[in-house]
Nanobody, 125 residues
Framework: QVQVVESGGGLVQAGGSLTLSCSAS???????MGWYRQAPGKKRELVAV???????YYEDFAKGRFTISKDNAKNTVYLQMTSLQPEDTAVYYC????????????????????WGRGTQVTVSS
C-alpha cells in the first residue's frame, strides 16, 4: 500500500522558518520527490523537485529561500523554508514520481503519480 505523508506545517510569523518532511512507503522505485503548493483560489504550483542523479529544480519564488533535500535511505524529502512571507501561505503537497524524467517535465506542470494529503503552512504578517 502506497503512503505519502507530509508533516511540519504550521503557523509562523513573516520572516520565520519552517521545515516540512515527507515520507513515502510502498513505492517500488522513486526517481523524483518534490513539493507543490496550493494557495486559496489558486492553482497548485511546483515549489521544488529533487531528481535521482542529483538534479534539483526550484521555482523562482523558492530560490534562495527554500532548500529541498532528500534522505534516500528513509525515502524522505524535506523542504526547509526561510524568510517566509504571507504569500507563502498555502497547503504544501509532497509528490513522488516513479519514472525518470527531466526537471522541465515538472516545471511545465507535470507531476508524479503519488500525492500526499498536504500540510498547511500559514504565514502571518
Amino acid at each position: 500500500q502506497v503512503q505519502v505523508v507530509e508533516s511540519g506545517g504550521g503557523l509562523v510569523q513573516a520572516g520565520g522558518s519552517l521545515t516540512l518532511s515527507c515520507s513515502a512507503s510502498g513505492i517500488v522505485m522513486i526517481n523524483a520527490m518534490g513539493w507543490y503548493r496550493q494557495a486559496p483560489g489558486k492553482k497548485r504550483e511546483l515549489v521544488a523537485v529533487k531528481i535521482s542523479g542529483g538534479e534539483t529544480y526550484y521555482e523562482d519564488f523558492a530560490k534562495g529561500r527554500f532548500t529541498i533535500s532528500k534522505d534516500n535511505a528513509k525515502n524522505t524529502v524535506y523542504l526547509q523554508m526561510t524568510s517566509l512571507q504571507p504569500e507563502d501561505t498555502a497547503v504544501y503537497y509532497c509528490n513522488i514520481d516513479m519514472y525518470p524524467r527531466p526537471s522541465n517535465f515538472y516545471r511545465d506542470y507535470g507531476a508524479g503519480d503519488y500525492w500526499g494529503r498536504g500540510t498547511q503552512v500559514t504565514v502571518s504578517s
